[in-house]
């Protein structure tokens, strides 16, 4: 629940009509730049499917380049075992989610405790696993 | 007794269904003010927009789109080039999907930075992470339909995976759920359209209910102060 300040009861502003004003602002936004993509980016179409020509590069979507390039680093015979990279990057991104689930159970410390410089050790996790997606990322959408 | 108060001026929708006066709750509610002033508190909003135009245009698209080998490809031309503002609807529909997974991943560093996933809304935590998985399933059921050349190999590579899943005999099993059959096939193409367009938007609209629902119970969290 949100504890005003002495003084401060009653004084905030309302859901109706100052809360949701604010949300349509943020919505408007959102539209104007659903429309400009869509209008001047419209999405394309490759060549019809073929399952007797394998493309040179097959790309995921952006979301799932980290993965790709996990998969793609990972040695593909590791200690005897055939096709390793594949379990690997699955059981990487089981345990990825899952710890991720578990973040307020990770993080216990006390609810007042907010601002990120009162809790460096795990902003800074944060900020190391944040980079190295995205550079993950960059890496498997220029890799060949 | 209710025969004493019947005319309580509330109309007939309202005395039955009530849903102007739990509105008139919800608009006496006094947000915190940090959350009317920070653009990076309308995330949740904004995600939740993207979710409603994703159902509209994902609607719009089925009148036309026909999941099978043969018609799939061709109904998307014919949506791109034949039916009036198709190829808007489509891109929008790109678009905006993209933009749901992006502003996810926005609102939640968002929430990881201002610490709102601690007690008492660890599981609004668990069920965002949830819908960002959702989000994802939908990216990639949605990426075969299509049926061109990157929809039918990314997914071939994608569904490979699923069979490495230990122990073999289990990894065989998800293999084949996925796919149908041996390989990415119209079986592929039937069983990716079910999941796209039914059980991960009913699962999906399940979670955001659940989402605001304990927003609500809890109120937004507390501004941030040193």
């Not at chain 1, 593909?76 to 345990?95: S, Y």
């Not at chain 2, 036309?64 to 198709?86: C, H, L, N, R």
């Not at chain 2, 709102?116 to 989000?135: A, C, N, Q, T």
């Not at chain 2, 304990?214 to 501004?223: A, D, H, K, L, Q």
């Given at each position: 629940?949100?504890?005003?300040?002495?003084?401060?009861?009653?004084?905030?502003?309302?859901?109706?009509?100052?809360h949701i004003f604010s949300e349509l602002a943020s919505a408007v936004c959102l539209l104007g730049l659903i429309v400009f993509l869509a209008g001047f980016f419209p999405h394309g179409l490759q060549e019809p499917a073929d399952p007797f020509v394998t493309p040179e590069h097959v790309k995921p979507e952006w979301y799932f380049l980290a993965l790709y390039q996990i998969l793609k680093l990972v040695p593909r015979t590791f200690m005897g075992i055939q096709d390793f990279n594949k379990p690997a990057t699955l059981i990487f991104a089981g345990v990825f989610f899952l710890a991720l689930m578990a973040?307020?159970?990770?993080?216990?410390?006390?609810?007042?405790?907010?601002?990120?410089?009162?809790?460096?050790?795990?902003?800074?996790?944060?900020?190391?696993?944040?980079?190295?997606?995205?550079?993950?990322?960059?890496?498997?959408?220029?890799?060949? | 007794?209710?025969?004493?108060?019947?005319?309580?001026?509330?109309?007939?929708?309202?005395?039955?269904?009530?849903?102007?006066?739990?509105?008139?709750?919800?608009?006496?509610?006094?947000?915190?003010?940090?959350?009317?002033?920070?653009?990076?508190?309308?995330?949740?909003?904004?995600?939740?927009?993207?979710?409603?135009?994703?159902?509209?245009?994902?609607?719009?698209?089925?009148?036309?789109?026909?999941?099978?080998?043969?018609?799939?490809?061709?109904?998307?031309?014919?949506?791109?080039?034949?039916?009036?503002?198709?190829?808007?609807?489509?891109?929008?529909?790109?678009?905006?999907?993209?933009?749901?997974?992006?502003?996810?991943?926005?609102?939640?560093?968002?929430?990881?930075?201002?610490?709102?996933?601690?007690?008492?809304?660890?599981?609004?935590?668990?069920?965002?992470?949830?819908?960002?998985?959702?989000?994802?399933?939908?990216?990639?059921?949605?990426?075969?339909?299509?049926?061109?050349?990157?929809?039918?190999?990314?997914?071939?590579?994608?569904?490979?995976?699923?069979?490495?899943?230990?122990?073999?005999?289990?990894?065989?099993?998800?293999?084949?759920?996925?796919?149908?059959?041996?390989?990415?096939?119209?079986?592929?193409?039937?069983?990716?359209?079910?999941?796209?367009?039914?059980?991960?938007?009913?699962?999906?609209?399940?979670?955001?209910?659940?989402?605001?629902?304990?927003?609500?119970?809890?109120?937004?969290?507390?501004?941030?102060?040193?």
């Amino acid at each position: 629940m949100y504890h005003p300040k002495p003084g401060e009861v009653g004084t905030g502003p309302k859901f109706w009509p100052n809360h949701i004003f604010s949300e349509l602002a943020s919505a408007v936004c959102l539209l104007g730049l659903i429309v400009f993509l869509a209008g001047f980016f419209p999405h394309g179409l490759q060549e019809p499917a073929d399952p007797f020509v394998t493309p040179e590069h097959v790309k995921p979507e952006w979301y799932f380049l980290a993965l790709y390039q996990i998969l793609k680093l990972v040695p593909r015979t590791f200690m005897g075992i055939q096709d390793f990279n594949k379990p690997a990057t699955l059981i990487f991104a089981g345990v990825f989610f899952l710890a991720l689930m578990a973040l307020p159970w990770i993080d216990r410390s006390s609810p007042k405790i907010q601002h990120p410089l009162q809790r460096l050790p795990i902003v800074s996790i944060f900020f190391i696993g944040l980079l190295m997606f995205i550079g993950l990322s960059y890496w498997g959408a220029v890799s060949k | 007794m209710m025969d004493d108060v019947p005319h309580e001026n509330k109309g007939f929708f309202e005395e039955r269904i009530g849903i102007i006066s739990s509105l008139k709750a919800e608009g006496a509610d006094i947000i915190p003010a940090h959350a009317t002033r920070w653009p990076t508190y309308f995330l949740g909003g904004t995600a939740l927009l993207t979710f409603v135009i994703q159902v509209i245009t994902g609607i719009l698209l089925m009148f036309y789109y026909k999941p099978t080998v043969d018609e799939a490809y061709a109904s998307i031309q014919f949506i791109m080039t034949e039916v009036e503002f198709g190829w808007f609807v489509r891109s929008v529909h790109h678009w905006c999907a993209n933009l749901f997974v992006i502003i996810m991943m926005v609102h939640m560093c968002r929430v990881f930075l201002t610490g709102s996933y601690k007690r008492p809304r660890e599981l609004h935590w668990v069920s965002g992470v949830f819908l960002l998985i959702m989000g994802l399933g939908f990216g990639f059921t949605g990426y075969l339909l299509p049926w061109d050349q990157i929809a039918y190999w990314a997914t071939t590579v994608g569904t490979e995976m699923t069979n490495s899943v230990p122990p073999p005999a289990f990894g065989e099993f998800l293999l084949h759920f996925f796919r149908g059959g041996e390989n990415v096939s119209g079986d592929t193409l039937t069983r990716f359209y079910a999941l796209h367009v039914m059980v991960l938007p009913i699962i999906t609209a399940l979670l955001v209910v659940m989402h605001l629902v304990m927003v609500r119970t809890t109120g937004i969290s507390n501004p941030v102060e040193k």
